[in-house]
């Protein structure tokens, strides 16, 4: 059962464009992340949010910037974006404790002309 | 720095045969573990997790066994079915906010 939302599910832009990206969870968890997943399946950690806070923010560039209007919405903007960028963006929430379990969205498939 | 290292992908198995994909670790702290799978299409989901060392975690005929003494956590699979096609992620979850977790590389199951 779906419980990680993202829109939208795929996305083609051009370079230099600014693109946004949304997610909801309806978990009632406090933790929201983002991460970027490459074509090799390699899956990097990009941001976290613990009841609207960030509380990691691992070196991405500076034209990434999460928004979080509350503990159920993590969205992601890209302003400018870069070939680079094209990847599926995954968000995912879950109690901040010990031993928690991460909830996966189905992903945001961005495509870089 | 934690981190985890798994089999380089992609495996390629017939229908009944077994499946294993090794997984070893590293950290000072002291971990939960989890597989994860992705099927296509999706985005990754708990296959299970093992929060003690030296027990075992299963689900969907999978199992792992936290063993401390190797940092080792494989994956095993005595049949595996198309079904299983996949990519599997081994996970080590730590840090005393319980929010950093360190992804293997995943492995392509095919």
């Known amino acids: 059962e779906t419980a990680v939302f993202q829109t939208p599910n795929y996305h083609v832009t051009q370079v230099g464009n600014e693109v946004s990206f949304n997610c909801k969870q309806t978990l009632g968890h406090d933790t929201m992340y983002w991460y970027k997943q490459d074509s090799k399946k390699l899956l990097k950690i990009m941001f976290s949010y613990n009841n609207k806070q960030l509380i990691v923010n691992e070196t991405v560039p500076r034209r990434f910037s999460p928004q979080s209007s509350d503990k159920a919405h993590l969205n992601l903007r890209i302003k400018s974006v870069e070939p680079e960028d094209s990847a599926v963006y995954l968000c995912?929430?879950?109690?901040?404790?010990?031993?928690?379990?991460?909830?996966f969205g189905a992903g945001t498939r961005l495509s870089v002309l | 720095g934690d981190s985890v290292t798994q089999t380089k992908g992609p495996v390629t198995l017939s229908e009944g045969t077994s499946l294993t994909v090794n997984c070893s670790y590293e950290t000072k702290q002291y971990p939960t573990l989890f597989w994860y799978v992705q099927y296509p299409g999706e985005g990754p989901q708990l296959l299970f997790k093992v929060p003690k060392a030296n027990e075992k975690g299963s689900n969907r005929g999978f199992e792992a066994t936290y063993d401390k003494g190797t940092t080792s956590f494989h994956l095993q699979k005595a049949s595996v079915q198309e079904s299983d096609s996949a990519v599997y992620y081994c996970?080590?979850?730590?840090?005393?906010?319980?929010?950093?977790?360190?992804f293997g590389s995943g492995t392509r199951l095919l």
């Open positions: 995912a929430s879950s109690y901040r404790v010990r031993q928690n379990t991460l909830y």
């Open positions: 996970v080590l979850g730590e840090g005393t906010g319980g929010y950093k977790v360190v």
